[in-house]
């Protein structure tokens, strides 16, 4: 193709990583000059500002009231073929199986195979939980065999895709990537609204769904404030928030903990703490843990699934069993009261979250990919 391809792609547009992703490889396309387009519900939050080559095409999932529920996935499909049709759009790269995919399926079988094809990246719970329910499970098997191209986010998904589906389409590592320019130590934030000068930040960010073991963050937290005067940062919003600041007040730290919701500015907030808390029950990648590396803010993360695959347990970082709450507890306090140590985990996961995992590097193998689907 002597043309740089025109990008469709669809994502869900709340707080969550496999949106981050998509945002930010649509983001980096777009500055490199590929024309994206975006189709989703709304508009995804790290796209809340003007970018040139970005388009945005609003999904309005109409309901009848003959409808039990709105049919989202056919007004999705809809909206893909309009846009694809109307943009001369080449390619559709959709996150997340369920339900992206079966609308760009749909998409794709209505414009015609050969003239729009249909990338599907695996990103976590659309394998690990989502796809495996029996209501769901012989569709995403459908689905990864009829993409284009199948990607997953870890080494670890990928596996897990091939041992739980067992499909035909080979299914590609593209690790996740983090922009170091935007997520990098900033000496300027502003630290002194959370806490005093003396005081440690500890900062958790996640939609707070249950496999992200919340609470564990707040017991973990309530025995390193015993011993280390602290802070707790909770950030985005999901069903076990409330949850995590009633156990605050139970454990005697509502004081020192404090919700900011969901943020703009993840990167300032990550880049002021001290150590950033993951202990998931298990986590296809944990984007969240790389973005605070390249902001060098030390991470302990749950060692269930790929995070293996960017931190080197006791090098660049930490990794625990995510019930051992007392375990996490030991090396957190270990951490923020050691400053070597603490800086060298500092230094070296910062050096290989950007040289392994910056934008560049693994934007490039997106690319490569769409040159070979569209050959
Ligand atoms: O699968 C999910 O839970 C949804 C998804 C999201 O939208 O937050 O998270 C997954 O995708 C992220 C981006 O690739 C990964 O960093 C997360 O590890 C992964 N979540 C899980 O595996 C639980």
Redesign the pocket.
């Given at each position: 193709m002597s043309r740089l391809p025109v990008i469709g792609i669809t994502?869900?547009p709340?707080?969550?990583?496999?949106?981050?992703?998509a945002s930010e490889l649509g983001l980096s396309l777009a500055r490199r000059g590929y024309e994206v387009h975006f189709i989703t519900s709304e508009m995804p939050l790290r796209l809340r500002r003007y970018e040139a080559n970005i388009y945005f095409h609003p999904v309005e999932a109409v309901t009848y009231p003959v409808f039990q529920h709105t049919p989202y996935t056919l007004a999705l499909a809809t909206k893909m073929s309009e846009v694809a049709r109307r943009y001369g759009l080449d390619l559709l790269h959709v996150?997340?199986a369920i339900p992206h995919a079966a609308s760009a399926y749909l998409a794709r079988a209505m414009i015609g195979p050969d003239r729009l094809k249909m990338i599907t990246?695996l990103?976590?719970?659309?394998?690990?939980?989502?796809g495996q329910e029996p209501s769901y499970f012989e569709m995403t098997r459908f689905l990864i065999d009829e993409s284009d191209a199948v990607t997953a986010?870890?080494g670890w998904?990928r596996d897990e895709t091939v041992r739980v589906f067992g499909p035909r389409r080979e299914v590609e590592v593209i690790p996740?990537f983090v922009d170091p320019e935007r997520f990098r130590p900033r000496e300027d934030g502003p630290r002194a609204l959370f806490a005093k000068p003396d005081e440690k930040i500890v900062v958790h960010a996640?939609?707070f769904?249950p496999?992200?073991n919340a609470t564990h963050v707040v017991r973990v937290f309530a025995q390193i404030a015993q011993q280390v005067p602290s802070r707790l940062l909770l950030v985005g919003e999901g069903p076990e928030r409330p949850l995590c600041e009633q156990l605050a007040v139970e454990l005697g730290v509502a004081d020192r903990v404090r919700s900011l919701g969901q943020v703009e500015n993840l990167e300032e907030i990550l880049a002021l703490s001290d150590l950033c808390l993951l202990p998931?029950?298990?986590?296809?990648?944990?984007?969240?843990a790389?973005e605070a590396m390249a902001c060098g803010t030390p991470v302990v993360a749950t060692d269930r699934?790929?995070t293996s695959e960017f931190i080197e347990r006791g090098l660049t970082g930490f990794l625990c069993d995510p019930d051992d709450i007392a375990g996490m507890a030991a090396v957190s306090i270990g951490l923020l009261l050691d400053p070597a140590l603490h800086r060298q985990i500092r230094d070296d996961g910062l050096r290989e979250a950007v040289s392994r995992f910056g934008t560049p590097c693994i934007l490039k193998r997106y690319v490569d990919l769409y040159d070979r689907v569209l050959a």
């Open positions: 994502c869900y709340t707080q969550g990583g496999s949106g981050v992703v996150h997340y990246t990103h976590g719970t659309d394998i690990t939980l989502v986010v870890s998904l996740n996640s939609n769904r496999v992200k998931s029950r298990h986590e296809s990648f944990g984007l969240v790389l699934g790929g």
